[in-house]
T-cell receptor
């Protein structure tokens, strides 16, 4: 059984740029959720994707957007990067939107200069 | 909105001893799930233990057990026979009817040899 994978491991961008982060869900899982974890804090829910559509969103502006593909993998896109976007971005997969347990990937560390 | 509070920013335990991490939450829902996740320096969020609110019996996973007090909205994690590998950030998390996990701010656990 393949776990959740994310790429890249880390990257550095400058303010105003755009970034795409990728996530492959655990085999058998059809739902992907994205979280932002600022340094020293708990993760905050960004949004969830199910059947290639957004299925719930946290308190994040529209410049945070996503996609889910037919193979259930997902992308998180962030436009017009701001310094405060520097964080660890975690992807979690689950079976179904109501699934109680989400399994996390190793995260992507984004630094915005 | 649900909230999760971890009042202990940092805890220390001697190797082989027992430590308890505290968590309280606030919700108006009657059916939900509670989790403890471990995040070592490698950043991977690892599921430690889960509790279903409708189950009165406290969950146990090897050296990890919880004390779930539904009326008090309390969900503490007990780690027995602590090992050096237990050193990490521990997050308490809540999942209700919605599709997102709500996390606490975390507790850093240090294990002394």
């Amino acid at each position: 059984e393949t776990g959740v994978t994310q790429s890249p491991t880390h990257l550095i961008k400058t303010r105003g740029q755009q970034v795409t982060l990728r996530c492959s869900s655990q085999s058998g899982h059809n739902t992907v959720s994205w979280y932002q974890q600022a340094l020293g804090q708990g993760p905050q829910f960004i949004f969830q994707y199910y059947r290639e559509e957004e299925n719930g969103r946290g308190n994040f502006p529209p410049r945070f957007s996503g996609l889910q593909f037919p193979n259930y993998s997902s992308e998180l896109n962030v436009n017009a990067l701001e310094l405060d976007d520097s964080a660890l971005y975690l992807c979690a997969s689950s079976w179904g939107t109501g699934a109680d347990t989400q399994y996390f990937g190793p995260g992507t560390r984004l630094t915005v200069l | 909105a649900q909230t999760v509070t971890q009042s202990q920013p940092e805890m220390s335990v001697q190797e082989a001893e027992t430590v308890t991490l505290s968590c309280t939450y606030d919700t108006s829902e009657s059916d939900y799930y509670l989790f403890w996740y471990k995040q070592p320096p490698s950043r991977q969020m690892i599921l430690v233990i889960r509790q279903e609110a409708y189950k009165q019996q406290n969950a146990t996973e090897n050296r990890f057990s919880v004390n779930f007090q539904k009326a008090a909205k309390s969900f503490s994690l007990k780690i027995s026979d602590s090992q050096l590998g237990d050193a990490a950030m521990y997050f308490c998390a809540f999942k209700g009817y919605g599709n997102k996990l709500v996390f606490g701010a975390g507790t850093i656990l240090r294990v002394k040899s």
